[in-house]
Every structure is written in structure tokens, then in C-alpha cells.
């Protein structure tokens, strides 16, 4: 099949680079000339575990342009995969999915199938349907629904063996050739109509969210009545209905996708008069997570003017350079209004950081140049470099050894006994120095 995705980014380049990878002939389009320029070069734009590989792989059934023309004149298939951000009132926004559809409708060739990966607010698919029936005049071009569900890190992996794929449409014959397009992987189809697959989307993630925001709730509570979090989690996801992902207390979900769906199906549902008070509770008790680190850094040392802080991890989580929404972007922002001096470390996010977040930071090429002379480090992404450090590490290279990890990457009881302070979310935490003041 001859299929075009429209917008390359973290889901329309993986889902273009794995449809070729099945057999499809794809054409990327992106009106970022840059990106284009980069991928036309044989280079990834984004860093994705094993992209570039399958990118060199089936670099015979791959192109890239910026041009509408090319892109969208003879596609069977044209995949929408362009961004939907959140406007300042938490609802969706569609302008670059109009931007795009404006373009398929100029160029693409009558029965042509715009199958739209976007994630986008229930009944998005019917109106672009009405708009293409009144745009195109003669030339009939069909909707489709295809939400996606990669997570960033493992996208590559998440395609290619997803739990399922949903195919929404308003006919048979629509859904049909979706279904042929996707048969390839071999995974488990679920056929909808436009509506329904827009809404398992969302659904989907503000459940996710809702249970991260759950068990940080009970993290917090957990340090209060002193249970542990991880023994808690543990005990709970044996439970076949529970599940044990997901359970993993931490200074709250970041991201592209969580924060900007769960606010648009918030904003949907009250829209409809009929807010959902779940998802409303999960939104907020995230917000008052990512502030966690500061208060557990102002407990134990007070005032952070002048106070030196070791960042470690500034994506929003491990195997991605994404920092949308990062926990790091409120925490590094608060350090730095509170008069401390921040010196990050992050493997691959720091440049997209920088660009985020303008404001004086250090960045560092190495954990270690990280943590040396701080006063205190915040985790914040467990990374595999983070993971591996010891308690001597912090102990070595830090002035005065206080580690707040907000991604309880080390059993606490390693620290017993060691210089180092050591707090962490639903845990109880280990003290090893004498009650700090500002002076030390
Ligand atoms: N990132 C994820 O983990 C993830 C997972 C599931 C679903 N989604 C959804 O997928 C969609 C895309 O997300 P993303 O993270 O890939 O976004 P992204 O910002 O990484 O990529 C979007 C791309 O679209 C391009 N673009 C904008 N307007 C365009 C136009 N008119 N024509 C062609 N290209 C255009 C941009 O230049 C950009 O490269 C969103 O709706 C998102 O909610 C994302």
C-alpha cells in the first residue's frame, strides 16, 4: 500500500518508519524543513531506541518531504500524526490537525483514507468528515480513527508488538482497509465506530494517570503512617485486577500525552455537564506531586538561597530526550526562584531542556560533575546512570550528601549507616546527618 504520514514526530515517524518495516511504501510529510532535511540525510531527529536502525533498514521503502503535494496526490492511506497540544483553558488544540487536513483535502485524490492517529476529543473524526464532504465537492475522501498508544522510550517496540490495535470508521469498507494496512504485524484488532475509538484513547490514559496519581497518594500517606510504598505496590499488583504496572510511586507523570488528554477529557466531560471528578482528582494530585522534592528539600535544609542542587534527569522519563511537561521544568524553575544554583545532568534531554526552560543553568557532561560540591541532588529521571551510582558516590563528590529521589531508585536501607541523607517518595527516610542548618 502507498501510505503517507503527515507530521514525523515521536508518533508519526515511528508509525511510518514501522509501517514501511511491514511492507507499505510510506512517504513522511512534516512542514518542520528541518527535520525533513535531517531525515532525508538518513538521520533520526528524535532519539528512540532502535529507530534509526529500522530508519537504515527500510531506508528502499521510505521517503520524506515537506511538499503537500507529493506527499498526500496518490496516497491510499494518508495517516494523520500531527500534534494536538493543549490550549490554555485545557481543551484541545486542533489547528494543526485543520492544518494538515486543509492541505489532504487540496491535494489528495478522491477516495483516499485519512486515518487520524492524532489524539483528538471525541467527534473530532465526524466533523473532519463533514469538513472534507463540504471542501472537496466531487471528491470523496474517508475518515478513519486509529488512536495511538506507544509510550516514548519503547515506541519502537510498542508498534511493532502493541496490545492491540483500534480501528475506528463509519463504514465496512473503510474499516477493511485499515484492517489490511495493520494485518502485517499481526496484532489484536478492535473495530469501532469513529466515536468509540476516539474515546478508548482517552479513557485509556486518564485511567493510566489515574492510577499513578493513586499510588502517590497512598506514597504520601504511606510516609505519614510509616508503611512503604514499594511493599504496598508490590502486595497490590499481585492482584490480577489491580495489575502491578504503573504502581510506581514518584514525583508524578510528565509528558506529551498524560498531562494535555487528561485535562481535554476533563474539559470535555465538564463541557458536557458531566465532569469527571476522577480524572479532575488525578490532574491535580499530579500538579501538588512534582512539587514534592522542594518541600522534602526545605524540610531538611531550609532556605534554599544560594544552597547548590545536583538535578539528576531532566527528561520526563528514562530512553526519551522528550521534556514536555517534565516534572524537571517545575522543579528546576522553583530551585532557581528559591535562589538555589541547579547543575543538571541528562544524557540526551538537555538540549530540548535548555530550549524549554531559558534560565541559568549549568549542564553537565557527567553525572559525577553533577553531584560535585552540591548540597543536595534531586532525581528526577532513573536513568540507567543514575540507577547504577552508590551511596559512596553521592558521598564522594557531593558537599553535603542529601539525595531526594523522586523515582525511589535505591533500596533505602543502602544508605544506613553512610553519610548520606536519603528521602524518597513513600518511604520512610534515613538520616545520617545531625539536623542541618543553613550554615553547614
Ligand atoms: N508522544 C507520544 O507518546 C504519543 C503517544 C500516543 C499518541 N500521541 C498523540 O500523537 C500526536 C502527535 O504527538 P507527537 O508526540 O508525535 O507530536 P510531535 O510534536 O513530536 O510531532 C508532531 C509533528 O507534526 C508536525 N506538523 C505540524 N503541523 C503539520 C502539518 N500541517 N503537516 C505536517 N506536519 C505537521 C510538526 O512539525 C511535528 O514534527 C498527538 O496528538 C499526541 O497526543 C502521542
Known amino acids: 500500500m502507498k501510505i503517507t504520514v503527515s507530521g514525523a514526530g515521536y508518533v508519526g515517524l515511528v508509525t511510518g518508519i514501522c509501517l514501511a518495516q511491514i511492507g507499505h511504501d510510506v512517504t513522511c510529510m512534516d512542514v518542520d524543513g528541518e527535520k525533513i532535511r535531517m531525515l532525508q540525510g538518513g538521520k533520526c531527529p528524535i532519539y528512540e531506541p532502535g529507530l534509526d536502525t529500522l530508519l537504515r533498514e527500510n531506508a528502499t521503502r521510505l521517503r520524506f518531504t515537506t511538499d503537500p503535494q507529493t506527499a498526500y496526490a496518490d496516497a491510499d492511506v494518508i495517516v494523520i500524526g500531527v500534534g494536538t497540544p493543549e490550549m490554555p483553558d485545557g481543551s484541545c488544540d486542533l489547528r494543526y490537525v485543520y492544518a494538515a487536513a486543509d492541505s489532504i483535502a487540496r491535494f489528495a485524490q478522491s477516495g483516499t483514507i485519512v486515518a487520524v492517529k492524532s489524539t483528538v476529543p471525541i467527534g473530532t473524526c465526524e466533523q473532519l468528515q463533514t469538513y472534507f464532504n463540504e471542501k472537496t465537492g466531487e471528491k470523496h475522501l474517508r475518515v478513519a480513527s486509529n488512536p495511538e498508544f506507544l509510550s516514548q522510550g519503547t515506541a519502537v517496540q510498542d508498534t511493532l508488538h502493541a496490545s492491540r490495535i483500534v480501528i475506528g470508521a463509519a463504514d465496512e469498507e473503510t474499516r477493511g482497509v485499515l484492517r489490511r494496512m495493520v494485518e502485517p504485524f499481526g496484532l489484536p484488532i478492535v473495530e469501532t465506530s469513529l466515536c468509540s475509538a476516539e474515546m478508548i484513547k482517552y479513557a485509556s490514559n486518564s485511567f493510566l494517570a489515574l492510577k499513578i496519581s493513586f499510588i502517590n497518594e497512598i506514597a504520601n500517606l504511606c510516609e505519614t503512617v510509616g508503611a512503604d510504598v514499594t511493599d504496598v505496590a508490590q502486595g497490590m499488583g499481585y492482584d490480577a485486577r489491580i495489575g502491578g504496572q504503573f504502581l510506581r510511586a514518584g514525583v508524578g507523570y510528565g509528558g506529551s500525552c498524560f ?34 522534592p522542594l518541600q522534602k528539600a526545605r524540610a531538611v535544609c531550609g532556605d534554599l538561597r544560594g544552597k547548590t542542587a545536583a538535578v539528576l534527569g531532566l527528561a ?15 522543579v528546576v524553575s522553583e530551585l532557581l526562584k528559591q535562589g538555589a544554583r541547579v547543575q543538571a545532568w541528562d544524557p540526551v534531554a538537555a538540549e530540548r531542556f535548555a530550549a524549554a526552560l531559558p534560565a541559568e543553568v549549568r ?22 546512570e543514575v540507577r547504577s551510582l552508590t551511596p559512596q558516590d553521592f558521598e564522594r563528590t557531593m558537599r553535603i550528601p542529601l539525595v531526594i529521589d523522586g523515582r525511589n531508585c535505591f533500596d533505602p536501607k543502602r544508605f544506613v549507616g553512610t553519610g548520606v541523607t536519603y528521602e524518597s517518595i513513600g518511604r520512610r527516610p534515613v538520616r545520617n546527618h545531625a539536623e542541618r542548618t543553613d550554615e553547614q
Not at 275 to 292: G, Y
Not at 316 to 330: C, H, Q, Y
Open 259 to 292: 498531562p494535555k488528554d487528561t485535562k481535554a477529557l476533563y474539559w470535555i466531560s465538564a463541557h458536557e455537564g458531566q465532569a469527571l471528578r476522577t480524572v479532575r482528582a488525578a490532574i491535580d494530585v499530579n500538579e501538588a506531586q512534582k512539587l514534592l
Open 316 to 330: 520526563f522519563k528514562p530512553g526519551t530526550d522528550d521534556v514536555r511537561d517534565a516534572p524537571s521544568l517545575k
Open 363 to 384: 549542564y553537565c557532561a557527567d553525572v559525577a560533575d553533577a553531584l560535585r560540591g552540591a548540597d543536595l541532588c534531586i532525581i528526577l529521571t532513573e536513568w540507567d
